[in-house]
């Protein structure tokens, strides 16, 4: 017999509210986690407005994210109060203008064109080097995050942009400043069952307008910067050099990209870059401060690959760090940095015997699965290894890894990303010895929109028996 969404057990909630009052968003993940080990992988949340059906079972995920854009789109509540910030791209566009925007976006992302950007992603871990040699001979604790942050901005503008913005050597004023007040904001926005934003000016409120307003006017002037280029340089119209001219001259043709679409793009690779990656290096840094053995392999396999040099300077070198990347891997499956979508169901359907109807709003949370036993040899425990072939664990169900989505709609940004781990990752393990100088057991999880760690320190130290480090910085 089918079952709707009536008929699925939840959390007990209060008559009309139901479980408005008992959602912590900053833990909204960790909470469905443990519902979901009460209650089950397909169970309900009751909201005011609309109950939500909350998916962790991976054949469901699955099946859902398969069936975008047709019959599951991004909430669209969440794509409302995006356009309210201004952002109008490939993240929440659907149907065929989704296509539109995901075809331009994909071909700016691809091998070619990170081969391409690799010589700028160098010169940006050599300038990140310099920072933390300097950081290594001062022995003072700092917060890594800050400079993982500032590292995937400077990555990412140039990306997008061709433009070099040097965050790195700039102490306040960046432009993370002002994506670090827009985040938060959204995701509460998307996950308040009521939108008090609407009704009650708050001082968080006016921050996220003015970050939104400094942003766009950032943007705006990559964009004029870039037109100019265009129209002084016929050429690039046949072979433009960056995603923001690629993108430029295909709204020339194509009626469905105009210049609110041509922005949207620019800010959501801006914004979906940034903080992901950067939040999944500091991740990473704070699971291996404790792990000297993974270290130890790191270290190994970096002096076969690296020799004397201190850090990748070739591209090819990126495929020959293989524990590296499943190092990576594990670190994604413990810490995904984007553990929850909001999908809202477009038709009705049935997926392996629920029927869900036409407006369904369905959360699926992604890490619940790739902790489970069911889906991973030891799921509780850090192993990169069973990410190797040679060393594959009996239970290894990469249908409960989705740490980047899955279906049409997944991160078109996951190669670039795992670019750029690697390379910070050999820079930092082949000249450092990171030491966490906060407590791990202080350190908490974090939901705004990505899930990050709460604020830590480490002190870095040159490596024992690296060679001396010498700092052009001094
Ligand atoms: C470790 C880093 C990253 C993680 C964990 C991550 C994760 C994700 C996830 C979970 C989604 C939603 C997928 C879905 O709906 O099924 C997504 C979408 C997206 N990501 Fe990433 N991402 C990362 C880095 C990047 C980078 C570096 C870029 C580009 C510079 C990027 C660009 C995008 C875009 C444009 C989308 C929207 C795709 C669409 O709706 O068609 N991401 N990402």
Redesign the pocket.
């Known amino acids: 017999m089918l079952k709707g969404i009536k008929d699925l057990p939840g959390p007990k909630g209060l008559p009309l509210v139901g479980t408005m009052f008992d959602l912590d968003l900053p833990i909204l993940h960790q909470q469905i986690e443990q519902w979901a080990d009460t209650y089950g992988d397909v169970f309900r949340l009751d909201l005011p407005i609309k109950n939500q059906m909350v998916v962790t079972r991976p054949s469901m995920i699955q099946a859902i994210?398969a069936d975008r854009p047709e019959g599951f789109v991004r909430a669209k509540k969440m794509n409302t109060i995006l356009q309210e910030g201004g952002v109008h791209g490939?993240?929440n566009a659907e149907g065929e203008e989704?296509r539109i925007h995901?075809s331009l976006?994909t071909k700016g992302?691809d091998v070619k064109h990170q081969k391409q950007f690799f010589p700028h992603l160098v010169s940006t871990i050599e300038r990140l080097f310099e920072k933390w040699k300097k950081d290594a001979v001062s022995g003072e604790p700092f917060s890594i995050q800050q400079d993982l942050l500032r590292f995937t901005v400077d990555v990412?503008v140039w990306?997008a942009f061709g433009y070099e913005i040097n965050t790195l050597e700039q102490k306040g004023g960046v432009i993370q400043d002002h994506m670090e007040k827009i985040f938060p904001t959204l995701f509460k926005r998307i996950n308040d069952p009521i939108p008090w934003y609407r009704i009650i000016r708050s001082r968080e409120s006016r921050e996220f307008d003015n970050a939104v307003l400094e942003i766009n006017k950032l943007v705006d002037k990559f964009i004029t910067d870039a037109k100019s280029k265009i129209e002084q340089d016929p050429e690039l119209k046949e072979h433009p050099s960056n995603l923001i001219q690629a993108i430029l001259v295909a709204s020339e043709t194509e009626s469905k990209i105009g210049p609110k679409e041509v922005r949207g793009d620019l800010l959501?690779?801006l914004m979906?870059?940034e903080d992901?990656?950067a939040h999944?290096l500091n991740w990473m840094i704070f699971e291996l401060a404790s792990l000297p053995d993974i270290q130890r392999s790191i270290r190994k396999e970096l002096d076969e690959v690296l020799l004397n040099d201190e850090y990748i300077k070739e591209y090819t070198l990126n495929s020959k760090l293989k524990y590296i990347e499943a190092v990576t891997n594990e670190s994604?499956r413990f810490r995904?940095?984007?553990p929850i979508?909001l999908h809202e169901a477009i038709r009705d359907t049935v997926i392996e015997g629920y029927e869900i109807k036409s407006g369904q709003m369905i959360l699926t949370q992604h890490r619940h699965s790739a902790l489970n036993d069911k889906y991973f040899t030891n799921a509780k425990s850090f192993q990169p290894e069973r990410w190797l072939k040679e060393s594959r664990c009996p239970v290894h169900n990469t249908d409960a890894f989705t740490?980047?989505?899955?279906?049409p709609?997944?991160?078109?940004?996951?190669n670039?990303?795992i670019l750029e781990i690697k390379n910070v990752i050999a820079m930092l393990f082949k000249n450092f010895e990171v030491e966490l100088v906060t407590p791990a057991n202080d350190v908490k999880e974090i939901m705004a929109f990505t899930m990050m760690a709460s604020e830590f320190k480490v002190r870095l130290k040159k490596k024992k028996g690296g060679r001396n480090l010498p700092t052009n910085l001094n």
Do not use: K, M, N
């Open positions: 994210s490939v993240f989704w995901r976006v992302l990412s990306l959501t690779l979906a870059g992901t990656t999944t994604l995904p940095v984007a979508i740490p980047f989505g899955s279906g709609r997944y991160c078109p940004g996951r670039l990303a």
